[in-house]
């Protein structure tokens, strides 16, 4: 170790650019959340609780989409069922008056 340093040009923050694609945030979460993710990749044998963490919350969307996507699906089956069970309902028309707001 020396006895001084120069960090006269040093520059300050991340060492590494973050990959492209990815955008650094900083979050709050609870205590037994991070502790569970960091549990899971002890588990693993080695690895990056945040890319666990990023994977959990991309599984999280997809299902999301998926249940919206399917929540749909099923209503409109519904919908397309019950209106093909009724019997087509003929609309009836009255007779126009003449003059009655009717213009010419």
């Keep these: 170790m020396k006895n001084e340093y120069d960090f006269s040009r040093a520059k300050r923050g991340a060492i590494a650019p973050a990959a492209k694609g990815k955008t650094r945030i900083t979050i709050r979460v609870d205590d037994e ?15 990056n609780y945040q890319t666990q963490i ?6 999280h969307i997809t299902r999301q989409d998926n249940v919206l996507a399917d929540t749909l699906r099923r209503v409109l089956r519904e919908e397309i069922a019950a209106y093909n069970a009724t019997p087509a309902a003929v609309p009836t028309q009255s007779p126009r008056k003449r003059g009655a707001g009717t213009r010419i």
Aim: hydrophobic share 45%.
């Design 33 to 47: 959340i991070l502790d569970w993710f960091r549990q899971q990749v002890h588990a693993e044998g080695g690895g």
């Design 54 to 59: 990023n994977l959990a919350l991309k599984d």
